[in-house]
């Protein structure tokens, strides 16, 4: 499971790289199938899933503070739309912290949200904790990349 350090230091992107990199493994025919089911037997039990936006709003309304900042895989996919992830508590903290986002009240973490309709919302855990919700671009996304090839996450 990636953890606040992950997050906060930049490895979340080597972790989302070698994920892409599996699942275009996953393709080959001798060793596709050991590779799709390794990937599903590693990924299942992280939680991610996607959210509506009021059950983004309750999970946000129980957290102590909020920050907004990119999608944390924005810099791999530099020809993908932007939209943006909220972080929460520990993760918010540290995140702001390296300067990769900024604070947010709980209001303004539900509007920066609602920029976005088009994007569906993804909720991962971090450190063992719900600690971001992104607004997802699913062609890129490594969550919804695994879906569409029969991986369930």
């Known amino acids: ?60 309304r129980c957290c102590r503070c909020c920050a907004a900042g990119p999608r944390v895989c924005q810099p791999l996919f530099p020809g993908s739309s932007e939209s943006e992830s909220i972080f929460l508590d520990e993760l918010a903290s540290g995140m702001i ?19 976005y309709p088009d994007k569906p919302l993804v909720l991962s855990p971090v450190s063992g904790k719900c600690l971001e919700i992104c607004r997802s671009e699913p062609r890129v996304c490594i969550y919804w990349k695994m879906r569409r090839n029969g991986i369930k996450c």
Do not use: F, N
């Open 97 to 115: 912290g390296v300067r990769k986002a900024v604070p947010v009240t709980k209001d303004q973490a539900m509007t920066i949200l609602r920029k």
């Open 1 to 60: 499971m990636p953890t606040i350090e992950d997050y906060c230091s930049g490895r979340i992107l080597v972790l989302i790289r070698r994920a892409h990199i599996a699942l275009r493994i996953g393709q080959l025919p001798l060793v596709g199938s050991w590779t799709k089911r390794t990937l599903q037997e590693r990924v299942a039990p992280l939680g991610i899933h996607p959210v509506t936006l009021d059950e983004a709003g309750d999970i946000i």
